[in-house]
């Protein structure tokens, strides 16, 4: 205390300049609106820039929690279209009168393979957060592949990039529909089978999921044509699709649940006894 005093004592002739100058200042600013004015735009300036520092601040720190903010968008958004049974392009859709048959959750890929012949992946998400086998993965992007197993807290994807990986795709444009395969050779083409000669192929027509499984909806993205031939002893072309996706960069991805898809089950194992 003793030293403020003395700090006070000494420096009294400057502090009294301060205090005189402060109060001058103050009264030069109340009666003329221009100085006052660009006080408070001064002010204004200062404390916007400081907010707004403030603000990157926090908004870099909340990414995580905002991009799964996002991911949960996304998912209710695949969901009310892939439900919609009516028009894919209205404006607008009220997802609390529909009744939706696929489930979507989000999940972050922790390990990727594309460079064997029977690649997976790993998400972190597992049997607790109701993943189970066979359900179908997708990213923003383009189809996936198809969960193989799980424990309670991951799974594990059979790649498209999985020389066993079988699964419905069709040409956009018509309703030709074949296999989609994968012969090893390249991360960045898969190969759609079984499409009859009569089909009207082009090269870069867009290949989609056909939806003739209760996996993957219809109209699910996958690739385009980069080349075709025609097998004359079987007359089913062979197409080359190139990927949507970039299978060597993967990280947040989609998985689709069928709720219907143990009635679908039951009533195709019935018909087949």
Do not use: C
Request: net charge negative.
């Amino acid at each position: 205390m003793q030293q403020i005093v003395n700090f006070i004592i000494r420096n009294k002739t400057f502090l009294l300049f301060l205090l005189l100058f402060s109060v001058s200042l103050l009264f030069t600013i109340q009666s003329h609106s221009y100085h006052k004015s660009k006080f408070v735009n001064s002010a204004n300036f200062l404390s916007g820039g400081v907010y707004s520092a403030s603000n990157n601040i926090s908004d870099y720190f909340d990414l995580k929690e905002q991009n799964k903010i996002l991911q949960e968008e996304n998912n209710r958004l695949k969901s009310i279209l892939f439900n919609n049974e009516g028009e894919v392009d209205s404006v607008y859709v009220d997802s609390s009168t529909f009744n939706g048959r696929y489930k979507f959750t989000s999940a972050q890929v922790i390990k990727n393979s594309y460079t064997q012949n029977n690649n997976l992946l790993t998400i972190n998400k597992g049997a607790k957060d109701s993943i189970k086998q066979d359900l179908g993965v997708i990213t923003s992007k383009g189809i996936l592949g198809i969960i193989e197993d799980t424990n309670n807290n991951y799974a594990t994807v059979l790649s498209v990039l999985n020389t066993t990986s079988r699964i419905s795709a069709q040409l956009k444009k018509t309703n030709h529909f074949g296999s989609l395969t994968w012969n090893g050779l390249s991360e960045k083409y898969v190969q759609l089978t079984e499409i009859p000669e009569i089909a009207p192929v082009t090269k870069g027509d867009t290949i989609i999921t056909s939806g003739r499984s209760d996996i993957f909806p219809k109209g699910i993205p996958i690739g385009i044509v980069k080349d075709f031939k025609l097998d004359s002893a079987e007359n089913y072309y062979e197409i080359e699709v190139s990927l949507f996706n970039d299978m060597t960069n993967i990280e947040y991805v989609h998985i689709i649940e069928n709720e219907d898809a143990g009635i679908i089950k039951t009533l195709i194992d019935k018909a087949n006894e």
